[in-house]
């Protein structure tokens, strides 16, 4: 790995450094984060890599070779499996989910019923086609947001526990017998969306997923720290994963010395089950700004990347208008959703430095990135730490990089 000047890339590099002692200050010292992984690159050339606190409890600091768990920074990587079968003409956007997941035909919209009365549904207005699963407008839902008799249903059938009783093709079995929370392409929710398009590619490719990310995805691109499970000769470099519950304060979620994810799992997630490095991400981000193409490696079109980072909400909708759940919050306003991403539409709505056009998404254990191809600049940002939703990192990070910019 080689540093770029900063100088060289259009940074100011005292106003770079800048970011660290905040990130220190008012994370670490505080103890809201265990520790913090930041890599600034533009134009795919690295301008800042810097490492704090320990990865595991009492151990040695985080550094280039530490492992994270993703969580849903997985979503692009299955999203752009699927584009990839796209563009071999084996699926479209456009194809009904229950052409390839026969299981979901005869899914209908919560009307009534549920905790052990009986559901009763209406017929969905419009079949769910791919794209609703890219864009996370299928009318699924997540278990842990405990908003309806919808959410309640996964949560009682443990059809989201990777290491429970079902696999990938007993787990879309089990969402064919609940309901939907509303018609397809009517609203927007966070969902298992991703994890199903995870089934798709496992079908129409003839695949396990797992297997074609490796194969196809990640051992082109050089991404060899990436995967579902962490190797037995790798489990050293897993950091520990922190969990915050009210009235504890940070309790250990997963030890990296004993981890799940060291155990291959039986529900492969495509929505959030990997772990990875600073570095593989930070390969995988310029692959997107480079096109589709890496190192002479190109895997999908430019105008495939085109495609997946524009806004493909219905009407052209943003977040606040059309989530219905979580990111219906005002600061998404003028942020739509492409095919596996977040996109900025207009940062003057979104109320936080960037540009149109801007693409990203994050985890559930406070990871991140963003991909900005007008500066061609992009960020991974790593801590293990659940919720996502406690502290605004990703917002001050692009404050902080952006002020940084001297050209």
């Given at each position: 790995?080689?540093?770029?000047?900063?100088?060289?890339?259009?940074?100011?590099?005292?106003?770079?450094?800048?970011?660290?002692?905040?990130l220190?200050?008012?994370?670490?010292?505080?103890?809201?984060?265990?520790?913090?992984?930041?890599?600034i690159?533009?134009?795919?050339?690295?301008v800042?890599?810097?490492?704090q606190?320990p990865?595991?409890?009492?151990?040695?600091?985080?550094?280039?070779?530490?492992?994270?768990?993703?969580?849903?920074?997985?979503?692009?990587?299955?999203?752009?499996?699927?584009?990839?079968?796209?563009?071999?003409?084996?699926?479209?956007?456009?194809?009904?989910?229950?052409?390839?997941?026969?299981e979901?035909?005869?899914?209908?919209v919560?009307?009534?019923?549920?905790?052990?009365?009986?559901?009763?549904?209406?017929?969905?207005?419009?079949?769910m086609?791919?794209?609703d699963?890219?864009?996370?407008?299928?009318?699924?839902?997540?278990?842990f947001?405990?908003?309806?008799?919808?959410?309640?249903?996964?949560r009682?059938g443990?059809?989201?526990?990777?290491?429970g009783?079902?696999?990938?093709?007993?787990?879309?079995?089990?969402?064919?017998?609940?309901?939907?929370?509303?018609?397809?392409?009517?609203?927007w929710?966070?969902?298992?969306?991703?994890?199903?398009?995870?089934?798709?590619?496992?079908?129409?490719?003839g695949?396990?997923?797992?297997?074609?990310?490796?194969?196809?995805?990640?051992?082109?691109?050089?991404?060899?720290?990436?995967?579902?499970?962490v190797?037995?000769?790798?489990?050293?470099?897993?950091?520990?994963?922190?969990?915050?519950?009210?009235?504890?304060?940070?309790?250990?979620?997963?030890?990296g010395a004993?981890?799940?994810?060291?155990?291959?799992?039986?529900?492969?997630?495509?929505?959030?089950g990997?772990?990875?490095?600073?570095?593989?991400?930070h390969?995988?981000?310029?692959?997107?700004?480079?096109?589709?193409?890496?190192?002479?490696?190109?895997?999908?079109?430019?105008?495939t990347?085109?495609?997946?980072?524009a806004n493909?909400?219905?009407?052209?909708?943003?977040?606040?208008?059309?989530?219905?759940?979580?990111?219906?919050?005002?600061?998404?306003?003028?942020?739509?959703?492409?095919?596996?991403?977040?996109?900025?539409?207009?940062?003057?709505?979104?109320?936080?430095?960037?540009?149109?056009?801007?693409?990203?998404?994050?985890?559930?254990?406070?990871?991140?990135?963003?991909?900005?191809?007008?500066?061609r600049?992009?960020?991974?940002?790593?801590?293990?730490?659940?919720?996502s939703?406690?502290?605004?990192?990703?917002?001050?990070?692009?404050?902080?990089?952006?002020?940084?910019?001297?050209?």
């Amino acid at each position: 790995m080689k540093l770029a000047k900063p100088e060289n890339q259009g940074f100011d590099a005292a106003r770079l450094a800048r970011i660290d002692p905040y990130l220190k200050a008012r994370y670490l010292d505080s103890g809201k984060l265990p520790h913090a992984q930041l890599l600034i690159a533009r134009g795919g050339e690295i301008v800042h890599f810097s490492h704090q606190g320990p990865a595991r409890e009492g151990g040695a600091p985080v550094d280039e070779a530490t492992l994270f768990r993703i969580a849903s920074m997985t979503k692009p990587v299955t999203s752009l499996a699927f584009m990839m079968l796209v563009e071999e003409g084996l699926v479209g956007l456009d194809t009904p989910v229950h052409h390839i997941l026969p299981e979901l035909k005869a899914l209908g919209v919560f009307k009534a019923g549920g905790d052990k009365v009986p559901f009763q549904t209406t017929p969905t207005e419009e079949p769910m086609r791919m794209v609703d699963l890219l864009r996370h407008t299928s009318g699924f839902t997540y278990s842990f947001q405990n908003r309806t008799n919808v959410d309640a249903a996964y949560r009682a059938g443990r059809i989201e526990d990777w290491h429970g009783n079902l696999d990938l093709d007993g787990f879309i079995a089990a969402l064919g017998r609940i309901p939907l929370e509303f018609s397809p392409g009517s609203e927007w929710n966070y969902s298992v969306s991703t994890d199903v398009l995870g089934a798709v590619v496992e079908r129409v490719s003839g695949m396990k997923l797992g297997d074609f990310f490796r194969q196809r995805i990640f051992a082109p691109l050089g991404m060899h720290d990436t995967g579902f499970t962490v190797p037995a000769d790798k489990i050293d470099r897993l950091a520990d994963c922190w969990t915050m519950v009210q009235g504890k304060g940070r309790v250990m979620y997963d030890r990296g010395a004993e981890s799940a994810w060291s155990r291959e799992p039986r529900l492969v997630s495509g929505g959030g089950g990997l772990v990875s490095t600073s570095l593989d991400y930070h390969r995988f981000c310029t692959f997107f700004l480079n096109k589709g193409e890496l190192a002479g490696t190109r895997l999908v079109s430019r105008k495939t990347v085109d495609l997946m980072t524009a806004n493909h909400l219905p009407g052209g909708s943003d977040l606040h208008a059309m989530s219905q759940s979580l990111f219906s919050e005002t600061t998404n306003a003028g942020t739509g959703f492409g095919l596996g991403f977040a996109i900025t539409m207009d940062p003057a709505k979104a109320m936080i430095p960037g540009s149109a056009g801007e693409y990203y998404w994050g985890g559930m254990f406070s990871t991140s990135f963003f991909i900005d191809p007008v500066e061609r600049l992009s960020m991974v940002f790593m801590t293990q730490l659940s919720p996502s939703m406690l502290y605004p990192i990703r917002r001050e990070l692009k404050t902080l990089i952006y002020s940084a910019l001297n050209d």
